[in-house]
Nanobody
Framework: VQLVESGGGLVQPGESLRLSCAAS????????MSWHRQAPGKERELVAT????????KYGDSVKGRFTISRDNAKNTVYLQMNSLKPEDTAVYYC?????????WGQGTQVTVSS
């Protein structure tokens, strides 16, 4: 199983980024996919979740209305579109997969929001 995140970087407040997580080694279309983040000195928190076939989504309160999670089952990829970024969004962002059996994490990608 592999989850490879990309798209992180350094942006200014108010700007946007799109994270991608390319998955392999399991049946992606039936897996619940989510993004989590962890800032220095803080616990890892759930950012957004997308269910399998139905595409139902759920967001953490701090990102509602600014972030959008989506998936492309043909490409085995989940995305996180992040708009109106704030300094408090600075963290390492992790992709998580929950297929029918097991659970997996990516290696993380750094997002830094600073002027």
């Amino acid at each position: 199983v592999q989850l490879v995140e990309s798209g992180g970087g350094l942006v200014q407040p108010g700007e946007s980024l799109r994270l991608s997580c390319a998955a392999s080694g399991f049946t992606f279309s039936s897996a619940v996919m989510s993004w989590h983040r962890q800032a220095p000195g803080k616990e890892r928190e759930l950012v957004a979740t997308i269910l399998s076939f139905g595409g139902v989504t759920k967001y953490g309160d701090s990102v509602k209305g600014r972030f959008t999670i989506s998936r492309d089952n043909a490409k085995n990829t989940v995305y996180l579109q992040m708009n109106s970024l704030k300094p408090e969004d600075t963290a390492v962002y992790y992709c998580n997969a929950r297929p029918l059996l097991g659970g997996y994490w990516g290696q993380g990608t750094q997002v830094t929001v600073s002027s």
